[in-house]
């Protein structure tokens, strides 16, 4: 099973990607978990330019969704939104569908922001992802300058993660997805 990791952070040393990275390394051994590491790269969404020929970057996100059996999602919250570079990302593939059908995990690093949270469930339910609510928890990490070693060497964390992770595995391997 192959599993998208999204950080909706570009900053070298972000929180979010960090808890991705843990994640990356509680994957069990039949589960390839890639961290997705171009959101940088999208060009800001451009309907005109969204044709056969679509950009480089783009058809690399999409391709890269389209291999993966579910996706898991982390990011920070900018003045009560998604970030940016996040949300415009997701804008390329409203009319190309990857997340369709698609089991999503969306794992909220800082508990007290509940807007990103709430408007990633939003935006990928109207992009018919089925979001996974076993694999959403919310995992305190964002503040306590964990590095991924440090998230995984405090038990209450791993535990968190390791069971979004399961949730995300098990119910991806039940349906036909
Ligand atoms: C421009 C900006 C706006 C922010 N707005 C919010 C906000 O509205 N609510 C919140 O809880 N945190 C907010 N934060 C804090 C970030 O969400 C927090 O620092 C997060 O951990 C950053 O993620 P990262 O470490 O993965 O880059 C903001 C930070 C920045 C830089």
Request: net charge negative; hydrophobic share 50%.
């Amino acid at each position: 099973m192959k599993i998208l990791a999204i950080s909706g952070s570009l900053r070298l040393n972000s929180t979010n990607t960090k808890l991705l990275r843990a994640i990356v390394q509680l994957a069990p051994t039949d589960v390839e978990i890639n961290l997705y590491d171009k959101l940088g790269a999208i060009p800001p969404f451009n309907l005109d330019l969204d044709n056969e020929n679509a950009l480089a970057a783009v058809a690399d996100f999409r391709s890269e969704l389209q291999a993966a059996d579910a996706i898991v999602v982390c990011s920070p919250e900018y003045a009560h939104g998604v970030s940016g570079v996040l949300k415009n990302a997701l804008d390329w593939i409203v009319s190309s569908g990857e997340f369709m059908n698609k089991p999503v995990g969306i794992i909220n690093a800082s508990p007290r922001s509940l807007y990103a949270h709430n408007a990633l469930i939003e935006t990928l339910t109207v992009m018919m992802a089925i979001i996974i609510p076993e694999a959403s928890p919310a995992v305190p990490v964002a503040g306590r300058s964990l590095d991924e070693a440090g998230i995984l060497a405090d038990q209450e964390l791993a535990t968190s993660l390791l069971n979004a992770i399961d949730a995300l595995v098990n119910f991806t391997e039940k349906s036909d997805h």
